[in-house]
């Protein structure tokens, strides 16, 4: 525990508006970090902004000083055509904040992950369904288009070191290095702490990203600092560890407790641990093969294709 009591064990998740709500079920205020909640009813998305402004509120929250954007929209898993629409159009809005548009720009689009593993594969699934302009802005010009402004839209999808033998930071660095984008919009899968947001959540966020984090899978990072130009990150939580199924099980285990008159005093002494306490205990209990396991809803297929769609239109409809 450090002096501000705020360095404590920190449940996997890469969405700050996790890292966030654990603090908050602790009563533990974060210096230097700025929470701004809306919820948009006509489409029933929430939206939590959270901007790091110090390096103290960056320590506490396990995450590099930026601004993060979360959409999460409970019928995102539901193949209804009018409401991805709506999701991708408020993707689109929450992106032109970060990227001003404004002006004609080229932005390079990486698909993160290994299109042979299906939880994995939401990176490579947008950039396939994405809107490429480059190559026929550079062969025919703008006029291609009947358009005076033409954003330059090239996409990568560059692989699992397993199948290239490269870092990805290698393979994007000599990429930006030869065709020279004003950005970097890269997408991957995520991990979640709680299940309820599995494939319902999208984050975006300005300060880059660490490809294989969804899978604890550390690498070197794609940011400001090792391409030279803005990275913007796009990801929805695809997996969740085994640690917080039972960590989500347990706590309807302890509400159910609550109701019986005979389990009441063991529910009561559960909920007395914090969020952190119980998932301490559920990593030490549970068999060490469980530990390192990663978990992904069954209609993850279907799921990833959907998703994809969805944060290419948005996209589009953003860059376009």
């Known amino acids: 525990m450090g002096e501000n009591g705020t360095e404590k064990f920190m449940i996997r998740t890469d969405l700050a508006v996790e890292a966030k709500e654990s603090f908050e079920e602790d009563n533990v205020e974060i210096r230097g970090v700025i929470i701004d909640e809306k919820y948009k009813e006509d489409s029933d998305i929430k939206i939590t902004r959270v901007v790091i402004e110090t390096k103290n509120g960056a320590k506490a929250m396990g995450k590099p000083m930026g601004t993060y954007i979360t959409l999460e929209a409970p019928n995102m898993v539901v193949p209804d055509e009018d409401y991805h629409r709506e999701i991708s159009k408020e993707l689109a809005e929450q992106l032109k904040k970060i990227i001003p548009i404004e002006k004609e720009i080229a932005v390079l689009v990486v698909g993160l992950g290994n299109r042979e593993v299906t939880p994995d594969s939401l990176g490579p699934n947008v950039v396939e369904n994405l809107l490429i ?109 085994a640690a917080t199924i039972v960590n989500d099980t347990m706590e309807n285990l302890i509400d159910a407790m609550e109701q019986t008159k005979e389990l009441k005093a063991i529910g009561g002494t559960l909920k007395t641990f914090d969020s952190n306490e119980k998932y301490q205990l559920i990593r030490e209990i549970i068999s060490p093969h469980l530990n390192g396991m990663f978990v992904t809803p069954k209609d993850i297929d279907e799921t990833i294709k959907l998703l994809g769609y969805t944060i290419s239109e948005g996209l589009n409809i953003a860059l376009s």
Request: hydrophobic content about 35%.
């Open 133 to 241: 302009t480059r190559h026929v802005v550079k062969e025919y010009g703008k006029e291609a288009y009947g358009k005076n402004k033409v954003n330059i839209i090239s996409g990568i999808i560059p692989g699992v070191m397993a199948q290239t033998g490269m870092e990805t930071l290698e393979i994007i660095k000599g990429v930006v290095e030869e065709t020279k984008p004003d950005y970097v919009i890269a997408i991957d899968a995520l991990a979640a702490r709680s299940t309820k947001r599995l494939n319902r959540t999208i984050q975006i966020t300005d300060t880059g990203i660490n490809p294989g984090s969804g899978v604890g899978n550390h690498r070197n990072g794609l940011n400001k600092e090792s391409l030279n130009i803005p990275v913007i990150a796009i990801g929805i939580p695809t997996v969740v560890d």
